[in-house]
C-alpha cells in the first residue's frame, strides 16, 4: 500500500466556523448601527480580522480611532471564541469522519493546513485532535495563503514530498496554494468558483473510499 499525505483545511472542510464568524461580526455591526447579511458575510471568507473590519467599517459608513479599532478587533475575537466553547462533535461536516477512519486504516498521513489560530482548540473541541499527525495554522505561518507555506510545512511534518501530497479545500485562495506547491487539489464547494482544482466535491458526502483508494495508488 503507497503512503500519502492528506491535508486538510478546516472551516468549510471539516467544520463550519464561517457561521460563528457572521455572528459575532453582525453582533458588533449591531452596536455600530447597522447590520451585515450573509451575502456580505461570503466576502469576508479566509479574510484576516484587521481587513475584515475595515471591510465592514466601509460597509457602514464608519470610521473608528485606532484605539476603538483595536477594542473591537479584540470584542469580535472574544464573541468567536464564545461560539466555539460550545462545539462538540456534531459540528463536524457530513462524512468527513468515513474519509478520515478510511485514511486511518490504510496509515496514510493527515494533517492540517489552516489560516485559523484557533485550530488546535477546535479540532479538541470536535474531537478529531488525535487524528491529525501534523498540524499547521495561523500561529505558524508567515504568508497568508494564496502563498503555499502552509501545505509546505503540513509536508514536511508528514515527511512527504509535495507531489505525494492531497489538499481539501473550500476556498480559491487555498486550491491556487495547494496548485502552486505541486499537490493534487480537491475542492469542496461549487464547481463555478472552484474550476482551477484537480476534482470538486459539493461536500464529503459525494467522495467515495475507492476514489481515496485511486489517489493512493496513482
Not at 96 to 125: C, D, H, M, W
Not at 135 to 164: H, R, Y
Not at 174 to 189: K, P, Q, R
Request: charge should be negative; charged fraction near 20%; hydrophobic fraction near 40%.
Amino acid at each position: 500500500m503507497n503512503k500519502k499525505g492528506f491535508i486538510f483545511d478546516l472551516d468549510g472542510v471539516i467544520v463550519d466556523t464561517a457561521k460563528y464568524h457572521y455572528l459575532a461580526w453582525k453582533a458588533l455591526a449591531n452596536e455600530l448601527g447597522f447590520d451585515i447579511t450573509l451575502e456580505q458575510n461570503e466576502q469576508l471568507k479566509g479574510v484576516s480580522r484587521v481587513r475584515s473590519l475595515e471591510i465592514i467599517l466601509g460597509w457602514g459608513n464608519t470610521t473608528l480611532s485606532q484605539e476603538q479599532f483595536t477594542t473591537y478587533m479584540a470584542e469580535k475575537n472574544d464573541k468567536y471564541l464564545s461560539h466555539i466553547a460550545q462545539m462538540d462533535a456534531g459540528e463536524i461536516l457530513p462524512d468527513v469522519p468515513k474519509i478520515l477512519n478510511y485514511l486511518q486504516e490504510t496509515q496514510q498521513g493527515i494533517a492540517l493546513g489552516s489560516a485559523s489560530k484557533n485550530a488546535r482548540k477546535i479540532l479538541q473541541k470536535v474531537g478529531l485532535f488525535e487524528v491529525f499527525h501534523g498540524i499547521v495554522d495561523g500561529n505558524d505561518v508567515s504568508k497568508a495563503k494564496p502563498d503555499p507555506e502552509v501545505f509546505l510545512i503540513a509536508a514536511q511534518q508528514l515527511n512527504k514530498v509535495p507531489t505525494d501530497c492531497i489538499v481539501f479545500e473550500d476556498s480559491v485562495a487555498g486550491v491556487t496554494a495547494a496548485n502552486t506547491a505541486g499537490m493534487i487539489s480537491i475542492g469542496i464547494g461549487f464547481k463555478e468558483t472552484l474550476g482551477h482544482a484537480d476534482y470538486v466535491f459539493n461536500d464529503f458526502t459525494e467522495i467515495q473510499t475507492s476514489f481515496i483508494n485511486e489517489l493512493i495508488n496513482r
